[in-house]
């Protein structure tokens, strides 16, 4: 008998947003976003992520033409409202990914996934425009059977599931509720590469849940930006960026019932 094949290699996307956010509090240079990509990548990061918002509340232009120069082969995912300003920045930029996520000046952070199936029409053009420019197309959904068939429909390589709602579950301990929105996330997991979606995950991630979502072998990417920023206060972005990786590691190697 074969053995099974292994899962795929699990990358980790850094959020530098958080950065730009300090940086913004007081205006001037410091601390650099740039910087913090290229210390998250020394530690071990796979990809950088960014969103410019429409209000630019902590990336801004100059940061997304910055990084896209400095991080070279690194990918770049560009975080972007499907709005005609951020696709001609996105095309201007050409990062690796443009991940179409919902935005709303009010939110203080974003609070849900795109709504992929009343928006599909709207959502069409912006796939085929970053496609055509030879960036790969994210939506950032929630987990469901109807969103992930949407996303296929309009034309996405790759899909994002919207962890929050597990990762505020397990933080309040209501065991009922993250046993719930876990179990629509692994289902989910699993229906999205039976439609020939790339697979990803972020929202609220920390060491613990990153290490739990990490067992599911069809999510090929995590995407993790607040808690590393904050964690990186008290030890470090390096050192941060390091323990995710371990613990993303601990979380893969589950599948296979290897816990060392």
């Given at each position: 008998?074969?053995?099974?094949?292994?899962?795929?290699?699990?990358?980790?996307?850094?959020?530098?947003?958080?950065?730009?956010?300090?940086?913004?509090?007081?205006?001037?240079?410091?601390?650099?976003?740039?910087?913090?990509?290229?210390?998250?990548?020394?530690?071990?990061?796979?990809?950088?992520?960014?969103?410019?918002?429409?209000?630019?509340?902590?990336?801004?232009?100059?940061?997304?033409?910055?990084?896209?120069?400095?991080?070279?082969?690194?990918?770049?995912?560009?975080?972007?409202?499907?709005?005609?300003?951020?696709?001609?920045?996105?095309?201007?930029?050409?990062?690796?990914?443009?991940?179409?996520?919902?935005?709303?000046?009010?939110?203080?952070?974003?609070?849900?996934?795109?709504?992929?199936?009343?928006?599909?029409?709207?959502?069409?053009?912006?796939?085929?425009?970053?496609?055509?420019?030879?960036?790969?197309?994210?939506?950032?959904?929630?987990?469901?059977?109807?969103?992930?068939?949407?996303?296929?429909?309009?034309?996405?390589?790759?899909?994002?599931?919207?962890?929050?709602a597990w990762c505020e579950a397990m933080m309040a301990r209501d065991e009922t509720s993250a046993a719930r929105e876990f179990e629509r996330i692994r289902t989910s997991a699993e229906y999205a590469a039976g439609l020939g979606l790339e697979c990803h995950a972020g929202h609220g991630l920390d060491y613990h849940t990153a290490r739990q979502v990490a067992a599911l072998p069809q999510i090929v990417e995590l995407n993790i930006g607040h808690f590393l920023i904050g964690d990186?206060?008290?030890?470090?972005?390096?050192?941060?960026?390091?323990?995710?990786?371990?613990?993303?590691?601990?979380?893969?190697?589950?599948?296979?019932?290897?816990?060392?």
């Amino acid at each position: 008998m074969s053995s099974p094949l292994p899962p795929p290699q699990l990358r980790l996307g850094v959020n530098i947003d958080h950065v730009a956010t300090v940086r913004n509090a007081r205006g001037g240079v410091h601390p650099d976003p740039v910087k913090a990509a290229m210390t998250a990548i020394a530690a071990g990061a796979d990809g950088i992520t960014a969103h410019l918002r429409e209000d630019r509340r902590h990336i801004r232009d100059a940061d997304m033409a910055n990084l896209k120069a400095a991080i070279g082969a690194t990918p770049l995912n560009f975080e972007m409202a499907a709005t005609k300003q951020m696709l001609d920045i996105a095309l201007s930029v050409k990062p690796h990914a443009a991940c179409l996520v919902p935005e709303r000046r009010t939110e203080r952070t974003t609070e849900g996934g795109l709504d992929v199936v009343g928006q599909h029409d709207h959502l069409v053009p912006f796939a085929s425009e970053l496609k055509r420019a030879g960036v790969r197309v994210s939506l950032f959904i929630e987990p469901s059977r109807e969103a992930l068939e949407a996303a296929r429909s309009i034309g996405a390589a790759i899909v994002e599931l919207h962890t929050g709602a597990w990762c505020e579950a397990m933080m309040a301990r209501d065991e009922t509720s993250a046993a719930r929105e876990f179990e629509r996330i692994r289902t989910s997991a699993e229906y999205a590469a039976g439609l020939g979606l790339e697979c990803h995950a972020g929202h609220g991630l920390d060491y613990h849940t990153a290490r739990q979502v990490a067992a599911l072998p069809q999510i090929v990417e995590l995407n993790i930006g607040h808690f590393l920023i904050g964690d990186a206060i008290f030890v470090g972005l390096f050192q941060a960026v390091k323990t995710m990786r371990t613990a993303m590691s601990e979380g893969r190697r589950a599948i296979a019932g290897d816990t060392k």
